[in-house]
């Protein structure tokens, strides 16, 4: 894995945001470091996101990527405007390709083997397993893993504080994306308190699942 995947498996949890307001954007960062989260995957599904990771992109406290991101010209533009990595929902070829062209780390969407055949084509390392909980939740997860025993995965998409845990206890998992901690009206709201006390929350749930791994 790259330096920025590292780091994100480091943290063991990447907190998902739709924004609807770029001005949001420096109030979620303080939320994010406040709860000793500072990442975040702003998905590109508003008018406001190239903003706003614009903004988390230019503080020295915060690593933030793209996600949803669907075609070349979007990896471009998110690169563009400072993303770090790119997450996609599925797989596509053209979208990692380009990130391959512009060296930014990549994790594309992959549900099936075909799907993560592909992305070690074309020299991925980590996938986004979306979505994980309608694709048959942690037992899903685990056969790929097991079948792909290099593969890292990120696994997103309906998984909350009361399952989280059951991804990262799976060896390849390094770690789940979710919104819970970051709500679209929490962000909208600027809820910051808020926010960083989930954000503590899922931090100290991955601490809980590896310190009993260990
Ligand atoms: C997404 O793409 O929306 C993420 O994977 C997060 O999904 P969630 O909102 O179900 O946590």
């Not at 990442?39 to 996600?67: F, K, M, Q, Y």
């Not at 694709?135 to 997103?156: K, M, Q, T």
């Not at 399952?163 to 679209?184: F, H, I, K, N």
Request: proline fraction near 7%.
């Amino acid at each position: 894995m790259t330096g920025v995947l590292d780091t994100l498996a480091a943290y063991g949890v990447l907190p998902v945001v739709v924004i609807d307001r770029a001005l949001d954007a420096d109030y979620l960062a303080e939320a994010l470091v406040g709860g000793g989260l500072p990442l975040a995957e702003v998905t590109l599904r508003t008018p406001a996101s190239l903003d706003a990771i614009r903004t988390l992109a230019l503080r020295a406290d915060t690593l933030v990527g793209a996600g949803t991101v669907l075609t070349p010209t979007q990896v471009d533009q998110a690169v563009d405007a400072g993303a770090a990595f790119v997450a996609s929902p599925g797989f596509s070829r053209p979208v990692v390709e380009r990130c391959v062209e512009l060296g930014v780390p990549v994790v594309p969407g992959t549900v099936t083997p075909t799907e993560v055949m592909a992305a070690l084509d074309l020299g991925v390392s980590c996938v986004n397993v979306f979505p994980a909980h309608a694709a048959g939740g942690p037992p899903a997860v685990a056969v790929l893993g097991e079948v792909f025993p290099d593969l890292r995965i990120i696994a997103s998409g309906g998984i909350g504080p009361d399952d989280a845990a059951s991804y990262l206890a799976l060896p390849q998992v390094v770690a789940v994306g979710g919104s819970w901690m970051v709500r679209r009206t929490l962000v909208l709201a600027r809820e910051v308190t808020t926010i960083a006390r989930l954000c503590r929350e899922a931090v100290e749930l991955v601490a809980g699942v590896r310190s009993a791994s260990s």
